[in-house]
Every structure is written in C-alpha cells, then in structure tokens.
C-alpha cells in the first residue's frame, strides 16, 4: 500500500487534472482514484470525498505560503505584508488556475462543496493573517479574518481572469481593496 503522504499528493494532481479537463461536477471519486493510479479502498482512507481532496489541496498552498514568509518582513507596514502573502498565495495557485477555474464555474450546482469551501478559505485567509504578523484573536480578529476571507472571493474572480504575466491587475485589486479594508476598519491591525 501506498504512503498516506503519496496517496495525498496523487489524489490532489488527479483531481486538480480531471477538473481542468472535464470540470468538477463532471469528475468522480473512482475517476480521480484510477487517474491517481489507486483502488477506491486505498483513496477512502485518505480522503472520504472530492471535498476533502479540494480542502487538503487549500491546505497545502497555505503551507506554501507560509514556508516563504521571512520574519525579517515583520519591520514592512501592515497592508504591505498582507499584500505580499496574498500575492504568494496566488503565485503558489496559478499552476492549478485553469482546474481551479472549472472548480469555480461549478460550485453553484454543489452547495455542499461550496460551504465547505467557503469555511476553509475562512480559515486559510486567517493563516494568511497569521502570515502578515496580523492578530486574528476575539472581535476585531474574527472581524478581519471574516472581511479579508469576503474579499478574498473578489481578488480570486480578479485572478482568474489576470492575464498578464506579473499579476498586476490582481495586485492592483488587492491594492484597491485592502485600502478599502482599512478605511472600514481604522486599519487593517498591528
């Protein structure tokens, strides 16, 4: 039997391709199980649905994310640092950007996978928050993370349809926004 670690990366890279070429409403557990070359019994207990694989997928970029954060960025102003983590976050998605596209485009017919969605990018852009040096504990915290996880649902629309090789027009929203964010909150925190 395969590593669990192996199984996870497998299941991932299929899942990912399948949804790019077919689109994620169309994908199944048994087809992302025999692209990534395992039987069903040794997918299962790794990952239990599609949505567990898109989940663990969330988690591994913010794990990407936060392995290049350097402490020596802590001296930067506040909106700079969230800038630059969210900037990496979506470096570290656009190999996956036409997969994550399809994804998109069906999640209104899978309101499941949606709200599970919904609850992990909540609590991936409190890691990102995490990654900025921003505090995300009692009121003002859970307010950040719920605003910064809001728009983070805009900047990936941006995203998706960025073009240009840098990124500029999804750095320009995060600019824009993140300005507007801190015009809501007297700041985006300390």
């Given amino acids: 039997m395969a590593r669990k670690t192996d199984i996870e990366g ?4 299929a899942a990912m391709a399948l ?4 689109g994620w409403e169309k994908t199944s557990y048994a087809e992302i199980a025999a692209k990534a070359g395992l039987k069903i019994a040794e997918l299962y207990p790794v990952f239990a649905s599609k949505t ?3 989940v663990a997928f969330s988690r591994r970029i913010d794990e990407k994310v936060l392995a290049g954060t350097d402490p020596e960025d802590a001296e930067e102003p506040v909106r700079d640092r969230l800038l630059d983590v969210l900037m990496r ?12 596209a399809a994804i998109v ?22 890691w990102m928050l995490r990654a900025a040096g921003l505090d995300d504990h009692g009121l003002k915290g859970m307010l950040r993370v719920r605003a ?3 728009l983070y649902a805009l900047f990936l629309r ?4 960025d073009d ?6 999804t750095a320009a929203s995060l600019d824009k926004n993140l300005s507007r964010l801190e015009g809501w909150t007297g700041g985006i925190g300390r």
């Fill in 105 to 126: 485009k069906d999640l209104p017919r899978d309101p499941v996978t949606a709200a599970c969605l919904a609850q992990q990018a909540t609590m991936s852009m409190r």
């Fill in 158 to 161: 941006v995203w998706l349809n």
């Fill in 89 to 100: 976050r979506f470096e570290a998605l656009r190999p996956q950007r036409e997969a994550i």
């Fill in 10 to 13: 497998r299941a991932i890279e």
């Fill in 148 to 150: 910064l996880a809001g």
């Fill in 19 to 22: 949804a790019e070429e077919q």
């Fill in 164 to 169: 240009s090789p840098d990124l500029s027009k």
């Fill in 52 to 54: 567990a694989i898109l």
